[in-house]
């Protein structure tokens, strides 16, 4: 019976990678402070004091000290899915990168969870032990959940400079792409963990 719950787990596991790989994961946005953008317009434009004392421009620059705007201008705004992210990399040449991501990011963490739901209903003996050698050498090179970190450290960082350098402004917040991978990577890690503590016991 103790099978059946790191087996229900795997299967759940799969069906939250799948919308985790094709959902929008994370949408990083760049905006522009107006205000901070006409100030540094007008620096670059209006020559200083020091330079003029030309009576048309002290004026000028008395009535741009007194302008203000309100808000922000988006600059940039990209919304990307794990699947979406491979294919641009592989559509911009860097081939090598996307494919990596997309084999030790996916293919070899969903293979290794297919080897060990076919261990799970395996009688023991030489067959069973295989299949679980197998899946430990594919463990060394899963790296989903090594993925999962580099995109909280990306979120962060991201987020950590959210104050306005040179008028522009970073921020970074998920996708629902992101809940769903993290929810694989939990169940996934949670019936290993089960099917390896009930395995030593049993032997």
Wanted: some cysteine.
């Amino acid at each position: 019976m103790k099978k059946y719950v790191p087996a229900i787990l795997f299967i759940l596991s799969i069906g939250f990678l799948i919308p985790g790989i094709i959902r929008p994961f994370m949408t990083i946005k760049a905006e522009i402070n107006k205000q901070e953008l006409f100030d540094i317009a007008a620096q670059e434009f209006l020559p200083s004091t020091q330079k003029s004392n030309d009576f048309m421009q002290n004026i000028v620059r008395s009535v741009v000290r007194d302008i203000h705007f309100e808000g922000s201008i988006t600059a940039f705004e990209s919304t990307r899915s794990l699947w979406a992210t491979m294919s641009e990399l592989i559509a911009h040449d860097y081939v090598v990168v996307g494919l990596l991501i997309g084999l030790f990011g996916i293919i070899i963490p969903f293979i290794k969870i297919m080897l060990n739901l076919i261990a799970l209903f395996l009688a023991a003996g030489k067959a069973r032990n295989d299949v679980l050698n197998i899946s430990s050498v594919l463990s060394k090179w899963s790296m989903s959940d090594v993925f999962f970190m580099a995109i909280l450290v990306t979120f962060f960082t991201v987020n950590a400079n959210v104050q306005e350098i040179n008028a522009i402004q970073m921020s970074a917040r998920f996708e629902s792409g992101f809940y769903f991978f993290a929810t694989y990577c939990v169940l996934a890690i949670a019936a290993s963990q089960l099917m390896q503590l009930w395995g030593e016991r049993d032997e």
